[in-house]
């Protein structure tokens, strides 16, 4: 492709942007498809002869849009929202034109230095200790199976890794019952297995914070027993119902027991910027080794964009860094000492993630962004109260910006709901389980929604609702 036609194609792509955005009120937020309906619309197999941009636009306009769910529309309330602030858009794009691999300082010197501002300034948000450094990944997940494997490796006094975990006892990694399932598989890819990760019980409402008395007894037992404790993993925000531990006492049992301490607010993180809210929920997070959390969720960075904060990153490099002689660097001059990213994560290749919170952060602010969360955990208390008034059961109150309810019925008939809604298009909502019984979950969040698109959903839940009840 010539850079003629490249800039004539990359004027229509956001020229596309900004009319898709405009139109999404107008599209249901889950398409009307049917399974195998967008691979039948592809050639079955791939042209010998190239085609012309034309044909592929053309292909693309009528393929995609009308068969994605729109994760940006504004009345999306499912799962947790995955937000792309326009001004990070336009960073994406940019990176993704110089295309660079930011393994290394030396594969791309200004996106590692950013990177380590972009860290500072959220950790300067968040109310975190100065000292505290980071790194950002593409997901939770990531962040999370790093740190578990830097608990591995130092419960096995740094020699997991050489030696594999045979004969080492069953390290024990301990968490609540309603910590995501990313810990789960962390704890399987780190050799430690299901059955030694210690799921604790809550103590209910309203934080539904794992029981700390329960922690210490399983450390105990488990030292009785000849296993080997591990590390803790605290949630801020749960995927469920959006439980939240108690940080200071979690901290103080992982303290005294010298443990890796780990925290998990993949979501409910980004409210941190609030200190009215970190003031609640983050007491004794500087107890914590630790933090993830996902500015690609709420905070409006686009996927994806995880950060991780670390108390000592030696830790984790001690754990995740190799240094084969390709990618030795020798730039050893200079004020500052060189950070090497790729060495404190688990893949190699590295995206520059840093350009989007640099645009995000300066265009809105702290305070726009504040802003924007503090009306969303107002709006979702103003549905709960608009469907408790219509007399819908309220399972679990609001927890930031989420809560959970349940129509007349039984399991199936919320089931039922929930489909009926999504069904119908104008919002979309998923359903959880608690405590063993089906609930249909609401979570606000989507970057530019507005109270009207939120209290939107009062109308349409009842209206459903009683449709299927009227038969
Ligand atoms: C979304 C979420 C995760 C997983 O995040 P990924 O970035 O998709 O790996 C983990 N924990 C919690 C609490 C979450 O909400």
């Not at 980004?270 to 709420?298: L, Q, T, Y």
């Not at 240094?323 to 995206?351: D, F, H």
Request: negative net charge; aromatic residues 8%.
């Amino acid at each position: 492709m010539e850079w003629d036609e490249f800039e004539r194609w990359g004027a229509k792509a956001a020229e596309f942007g900004a009319d898709y955005h405009r139109g999404l009120r107008d599209r249901p937020v889950r398409p009307d498809v049917q399974p195998g309906e967008a691979a039948a619309l592809l050639a079955a197999a791939p042209p010998e002869a190239g085609e012309g941009m034309e044909a592929i636009w053309a292909d693309f306009l009528h393929v995609v849009p009308d068969r994605l769910t729109h994760w940006q529309h504004p009345r999306f309330f499912a799962y947790f929202p995955a937000n792309a602030a326009p001004v990070s858009m336009l960073a994406e794009m940019l990176v993704s034109v110089m295309a660079p691999q930011c393994m290394l300082w030396q594969t791309s010197p200004v996106a590692t230095e950013m990177e380590g501002v972009m860290v500072d300034w959220l950790r300067q948000a968040m109310g975190l200790p100065e000292g505290w450094s980071g790194v950002v990944q593409d997901s939770a997940s990531s962040a999370t199976l790093s740190a578990v494997l830097t608990m591995r490796e130092r419960a096995t006094g740094w020699t997991g890794n050489r030696e594999g975990l045979s004969g080492k006892g069953a390290l024990r990694v301990y968490c609540s019952a309603q910590a995501h399932s990313s810990i789960d598989r962390a704890c399987w890819v780190a050799g430690i297995g299901q059955e030694n990760l210690v799921k604790l019980p809550d103590t209910g409402a309203p934080a539904y914070g794992v029981d700390v008395a329960a922690l210490r007894a399983a450390i105990a037992a488990d030292r009785a027993a000849g296993h080997v404790p591990a590390g803790v993993i605290a949630v801020t925000g749960g995927t469920g119902i959006g439980a939240w531990d108690d940080l200071a006492a979690v901290g103080q049992v992982a303290a005294d027991e010298g443990l890796y301490l780990h925290c998990d607010a993949a979501w409910a993180g980004s409210a941190m910027i609030c200190p009215e809210i970190r003031a609640e929920m983050w007491r004794g997070v500087e107890m914590c080794d630790s933090i993830v959390f996902n500015p690609h969720k709420w905070l409006g960075a686009q996927f994806d964009c995880s950060v991780q904060f670390l108390k000592d990153p030696k830790q984790q490099v001690d754990t995740l860094k190799i240094e084969p002689e390709y990618l030795k660097t020798t730039v050893t001059s200079g004020a500052s000492p060189v950070v090497n990213y790729s060495e404190w994560t688990i893949p190699l290749g590295r995206r520059f993630r840093a350009l989007k919170l640099w645009f995000l952060l300066r265009y809105y602010g702290l305070e726009g962004l504040r802003g924007r969360l503090r009306n969303h955990v107002a709006w979702a208390g103003e549905v709960c109260e608009g469907l408790r008034a219509r007399g819908f059961e309220i399972v679990t109150e609001p927890i930031l910006s989420l809560f959970t309810f349940r129509g007349p019925g039984d399991d199936a008939a919320q089931q039922a709901l929930v489909d009926a809604i999504n069904a119908d298009g104008r919002i979309y909502v998923t359903q959880g389980l608690h405590r063993g019984r089906k609930v249909v979950r609401f979570a606000v969040g989507q970057f530019d929604c507005t109270r009207e698109d939120v209290m939107m959903a009062v109308e349409v839940i009842a209206e459903l609702s009683a449709r299927r009840a009227g038969g």
